[in-house]
């Protein structure tokens, strides 16, 4: 193997049958990098490898089987000798207000979303801790910073990546490993479409809240503004940055719905500075005066 060889980065992805995970596989394979692309049905992506071969390894694998998550890092690291970049990309969306949420569904998708993000961080990080050196890409949401009727327990778990993606940053930081949480908008993909699972649970208390936006995110499947293709090409740049963000945002929805989540949050900590401060001790000075 060549010097250039082994200095090509090499990514592993998960979730690369369509979607954000297919173009940023496809970013990332034009470009010259090596890649594994991985889905839970290996047919989904051995395209991806007929078209690039040497450079793309398909393989099977399935973040809620630690077995399957295990083997696909093993024949990665045996392929092309190391994972430089890890790209948690699988998951999906789930439609409910909080009272109709089907117990079986909900731990389903935070098996998916939350426990197999963490199942393969786990694989991988001990290889990129012993090379001291690595670049980790959590895929979250807008909706890991802003939640609303319908999606409660999507929040829930991107919410949940969040918090673990930003104890992550710090703890790997001093070992030369970071972190970066991505957080799209609506990108034109199959997420509010075949992808998107929902309760068949419909309370009427609910129609005019959970049940209203449950049909406008459905309907909004096809006519999202956010393109894939150029945001895998802004996660790339992140990836190739000598100091990539904690946080990148991915779309002017996704940009103008974080500042107004962050105003409101300002103001209602403003609004209620004294309430706030009134649980802290009394003060001794403040006891003796």
């Not at 207000?97 to 998916?112: K, M, N, Q, S, Y």
């Not at 949480?181 to 309760?199: N, Y």
Request: charged share 25%; aromatic share 4%; with cysteine.
């Amino acid at each position: 193997m060549s010097n250039e060889t082994t200095r090509t980065p090499v990514w592993m992805i998960t979730g690369c049958s369509s979607g954000l995970g297919r173009a940023l596989a496809e970013h990332a394979l034009e470009r010259g990098d090596r890649v594994a692309v991985t889905a839970r049905d290996r047919d989904t992506v051995t395209d991806l490898a007929a078209r690039h071969p040497g450079r793309a390894l398909a393989l099977a694998l399935d973040v809620t089987d630690p077995a399957s998550v295990n083997a696909a890092v093993r024949a990665c690291e045996a392929e092309f000798g190391r994972v430089d970049v890890l790209v948690n990309n699988a998951g999906y969306g789930y439609l409910a207000a909080i009272e109709e949420g089907e117990d079986p569904a909900v731990r389903a998708l935070f098996d998916t979303n939350v426990h197999g993000v963490v199942t393969v961080l786990k694989a991988v990080l001990p290889g990129m801790r012993a090379r001291r050196a690595g670049r980790i890409v959590n895929v979250s949401s807008f909706g890991g910073l802003a939640a609303f009727a319908a999606t409660g327990y999507y929040h829930a778990t991107k919410f949940a990546v969040e918090g673990l993606s930003e104890s992550l940053a710090a703890e790997v930081a001093p070992l030369g490993i970071a972190v970066t949480i991505v957080e799209p908008g609506g990108l034109r993909t199959r997420w509010a479409g075949a992808s998107m699972q929902q309760s068949p649970v419909r309370l009427d208390d609910y129609e005019q809240t959970a049940g209203k936006r449950r049909d406008s995110t459905l309907a909004v499947s096809g006519r999202q503004p956010g393109d894939p293709v150029r945001a895998a090409a802004a996660i790339a740049a992140v990836v190739d940055a000598d100091a990539p963000p904690l946080r990148l945002l991915l779309g002017s929805d996704a940009l103008a719905g974080a500042r107004a989540r962050m105003d409101r949050v300002r103001q209602e900590i403003d609004a209620n500075q004294a309430l706030t401060e009134s649980a802290d001790l009394e003060k001794a000075s403040a006891r003796s005066s």
